[in-house]
């Protein structure tokens, strides 16, 4: 075996033994450095399931929103097609899929059949009266 070779097998040894050596030094660390490492990887898990429940929460908030809008929009379409009624007066916000009229109307006639026709949407759940009647005044 000549000089060269001698070299190139040390060298090869002593990389083979810092792998194993160093393979080891992981499996073989006190008890209390395996519990923190151990701990360390239960609240990375933690953290992913904290993070993944806000995701949850957050797209289901988005999607109640969205509900919400597609709520209002067809509830102002149904004011808006019913003849005789002055839509234009009739607010409508919606949360939760909870419907509010507010403004004003000429008769409770009005008033009642407004709440009529947002109790007759599909999606929601309860209609809040917030609207008034206008006082007729003759002189």
């Known amino acids: 075996m ?3 070779s001698r070299y190139r097998l040390i060298f090869i040894g002593m990389m083979f033994t810092a792998a194993i050596a160093l393979a080891g030094c992981g499996q073989r660390g006190a008890p209390d450095q395996r519990s923190a490492n151990e701990s360390g990887g239960q609240k990375a898990a933690d953290t992913g399931a904290k993070l993944s429940q806000r995701a949850s929460d957050v797209t289901a908030k988005v999607g109640q ?3 919400d809008t597609a709520i209002t929009a067809r509830v102002k379409a149904a004011l808006i097609a019913e003849p005789g009624l002055k839509s234009r007066q009739i607010d409508v916000e919606t949360k939760d899929a909870t419907v ?3 403004g004003n109307v000429n008769s409770a006639d009005e008033r009642d059949r407004a709440k009529e026709l947002a109790g007759g949407i599909e ?4 209609v ?3 609207m008034s009647v206008k006082s007729s005044t003759t002189g």
């Open 128 to 130: 809040v009266d917030a």
């Open 65 to 67: 929103a969205a509900d």
């Open 100 to 102: 509010t009229l507010s």
């Open 123 to 126: 999606g929601v759940k309860n």
């Open 2 to 4: 000549n000089f060269q």
